[in-house]
């Protein structure tokens, strides 16, 4: 709706769905074409869009930054649920590789490349995660289309 006339609103020209078509004002008929969405996009997602390459899709070693000699990696090489995630010498461990991809956000899920798990947290708290240069922020989950708290993990 026009706030300079009430009688006219957004409308796509000729009620045709193409690429280029025209968007304009129009006098209201109640139809399709004068019809929109409107979807919320949270600072979280916009920040999750900006940053999706930071951290390029692939496998990973994560290496300690106070000793290259120190990796995380899944104790005992942990296939179970809840297999803790520790710093440990880089050794032949098959569990010191992460599988990191992107969803069409650009949140990132760590995957350990042996046991096929995702990094979580304990708590059982739904989080996204957002890598922005070399830090990495976990997303609280509110709700399915919501995020509320945010925590950083500097990497």
Known sequence: MSA??????????????????????????????????????????????????????????IYSTLNNNFVLDIKNDSKADNGNVQLNRNNSSNSKEFIVTHDTMGYVTFTNANSGKVLDVSSGIKLKIIVISNNIYLMELRHKNGLSKKKKMDM
Do not use: H, M, P
């Not at 409308?11 to 929109?36: H, T």
């Not at 600072?43 to 390029?56: G, I, S, T, V, W």
């Open 4 to 61: 300079l006339n009430s009688d006219y609103v957004i409308d796509l020209s000729g009620g045709i769905i193409s690429e280029g078509r025209n968007i304009q004002l129009y006098k209201s008929n109640d139809n399709k074409a004068q019809r929109w969405n409107f979807i919320y996009i949270s600072k979280e997602d916009k920040l999750a869009r900006q940053n999706k390459n930071a951290l390029k899709d692939g496998t990973y070693t």
